[in-house]
C-alpha cells in the first residue's frame, strides 16, 4: 500500500521511552495505517489495512 507522508498527525505509544526506541503510527487515509521510525522522519512508510493493524496490535499484546 503506497502512503504519502503529507501532513498527517503521527503519535507515538504513550508506552515509548524516552531514548526514542520506537515507531509512530498516522492514518493518512481513511482505510490506512501508515507506520514510520521515530528516529528517522523521512525514512520510508510502511502502510497497513486497519485489519492487518489490529491484528498485529493484538498480536504484540497477547506477547507472541
Known sequence: MAIQ?????????????????CV????PLPRAIAVRDS????SPVLGFTPEAWSAFTATVTDGE
Do not use: F, I, M, N
Open 5 to 21: 507522508q503529507g501532513k498527517s498527525t503521527w503519535r507515538k505509544s504513550s508506552y515509548s521511552l524516552a531514548h526514542g526506541d
Open 24 to 27: 509512530e503510527v498516522a492514518s
Open 39 to 42: 528516529k528517522d522522519p523521512k
